[in-house]
């Protein structure tokens, strides 16, 4: 049986891609699972592909740019289920464009989607996981690690959350919280389609790495024994553009 089952899961952009994957596959864990994302179109549909699960899937819709909407959302899951075991961070936001060229505003919308959104979800529901012993995932990118020409921002913003992740698990250790980070390269979703349209790219879904592979090795990093804590993942495609 797995570990995961009857556990609480929270999974913020998960109406596609990383987000979605990371969500099906803890309701087929057994987990019960509360995905947030803006479009409930796309939310109900990931809930209806979990129907085969043994797990369950409510959505909550909420604009993670938005401050209130984020309070209202951990108000809402707080009431609904009470604590929860799991809170994994993989909504994001990427605008690509030269220093020189790029608009202040579209930093600003990174920074309150990739970086305060993750920070005030985690301060409201981080007495819970505490009180779990529970687990949190920041979903990140390679861009974390390495910075290269035309994402200085959005490299800014994944920096910052990897700084967030790593003096959290310094303070949450010593509850009993296990704090991952996942660097994934390249991945088949909808966000990389339209990125490599703007970088005049062939979108080739094949080559790239798939949202499940992301969702497989959290899914193991999360059911470890807990002697054990993986701190961060780097994960990439085996086929290179």
């Known amino acids: 049986m797995s570990s995961l089952k009857d556990k609480?899961?929270?999974?913020?952009?998960?109406g596609s891609g990383i987000g979605k994957a990371i969500a099906l596959s803890l309701a087929c864990e057994g987990a019960t699972v509360c995905i947030v994302g803006r479009n409930l179109e796309k939310l109900q549909a990931a809930v209806d592909s979990a129907r085969q699960f043994s797990g369950t899937i409510s959505t909550f819709q909420a604009d993670l740019e938005i401050d209130q909407e984020i309070n209202n959302l951990a108000t809402s899951i707080k009431k609904e289920l009470g604590g929860i075991d799991i809170l994994i961070h993989s909504a994001g936001t990427i605008t690509i464009d030269r220093f020189d060229q790029a608009a202040i505003e579209d930093f600003d919308r990174q920074y309150r989607v990739n970086?305060?959104?993750?920070?005030?979800l985690t301060q409201a529901f981080l007495p819970a996981l505490k009180a779990q012993r529970g687990q949190i995932v920041f979903i990140n990118s390679l861009a974390g690690l390495t910075a290269k020409a035309g994402v200085s921002q959005y490299a800014a913003t994944k920096h910052a959350l990897k700084a967030i992740a790593d003096s959290l698990r310094?303070?949450?250790n010593p509850d009993g919280v296990r704090v991952l980070t996942v660097f994934p390269g390249r991945t088949a979703s909808p966000m990389q389609e339209a990125l490599q349209a703007i970088e005049n790219r062939v979108y080739q879904p094949e080559r790239l790495m798939q949202p499940e592979d992301v969702a497989s090795v959290i899914i193991n990093s999360l059911n470890l024994p807990r002697t054990a804590e993986v701190t961060d993942i780097n994960i990439r495609p085996l086929s290179k553009l």
């Open 8 to 14: 609480i899961a929270v999974v913020t952009g998960a």
């Open 170 to 172: 310094e303070e949450v």
């Open 115 to 120: 970086v305060r959104a993750p920070y005030l």
